[in-house]
T-cell receptor
Framework: GAVVSQHPSRVICKSGTSVKIECRSL??????MFWYRQFPKQSLMLMAT?????????EQGVEKDKFLINHASLTLSTLTVTSAHPEDSSFYIC?????????FGPGTRLLVL | GESVGLHLPTLSVQEGDNSIINCAYS??????FIWYKQESGKGPQFIID?????DKRQGQRVTVLLNKTVKHLSLQIAATQPGDSAVYFC?????????????FGSGTQLTVLP
């Protein structure tokens, strides 16, 4: 299957700082990538759809100015959590679509102190 | 709104037994379904998929059954092994506007007992 990587795998930061998470499709090109957030013992919640060369589409309730998404190439999308607060602590997972199947990255654990 | 849900949040099975994980969906427009396995601290891993024009699909030790009449999906794991312990999510894909959107169910925690 298609391989999606994320970096970093985990990050701890101070409240008020910004954190960038990278998502790469390793063996295929992805015009569309997805960003999810997952809280403990819960399902994945779609945050936004990242489109190469255009603006991301955010789900209702997700602040676009707080969660900046950039999809500058066909293999890389980045999610920047700006001015992070403890309530932003979560597991962030990206995904890329091949045909109709979505393949997921390993996730990034964010802890904001 | 319409959603995908699971019947049971947890399932425990003896090693070597067969496991059956169920999923109910309500969006009649969904025409593609995927089962994912998520181990602790990792991203979801694709297991098997099925289109709405099929009612059964088999993989290695896994079988997915689709009953469109009652909007029910199940994942059967044969000879369950300790490595099968994980959370299993069903997901449905339906057209939403001009795009096709994947929606996850709530997940079932499968625990394999020695």
């Amino acid at each position: 299957g298609a391989v999606v990587s994320q970096h970093p795998s985990r990050v701890i930061c101070k409240s008020g700082t910004s954190v960038k998470i990278e998502c790469r499709s390793l063996d295929f090109q992805a015009t569309t990538m997805f960003w999810y957030r997952q809280f403990p013992k819960q399902s994945l919640m779609l945050m936004a759809t990242s489109n190469e060369g255009s603006k991301a589409t955010y789900e209702q309730g997700v602040e676009k100015d707080k969660f900046l998404i950039n999809h500058a190439s066909l293999t890389l999308s980045t999610l920047t959590v700006t001015s992070a607060h403890p309530e932003d602590s979560s597991f962030y997972i990206c995904s890329a679509r091949v045909m109709e199947t979505q393949y997921f990255g390993p996730g990034t654990r964010l802890l904001v102190l | 709104g319409e959603s995908v849900g699971l019947h049971l949040p947890t399932l425990s099975v003896q090693e070597g037994d067969n496991s059956i994980i169920n999923c109910a969906y309500s969006n009649s427009a969904s025409d593609y379904f995927i089962w994912y396995k998520q181990e602790s601290g990792k991203g979801p891993q694709f297991i098997i998929d099925i289109r709405s024009n099929m009612d059964k699909r088999q993989g290695q030790r896994v079988t997915v059954l689709l009953n469109k009449t009652v909007k029910h999906l199940s994942l059967q794991i044969a000879a369950t092994q300790p490595g099968d312990s994980a959370v299993y999510f069903c997901a449905e894909i339906a057209r939403s506007g001009s795009a096709r959107q994947l929606t996850f169910g709530s997940g079932t925690q499968l625990t394999v007992l020695p």
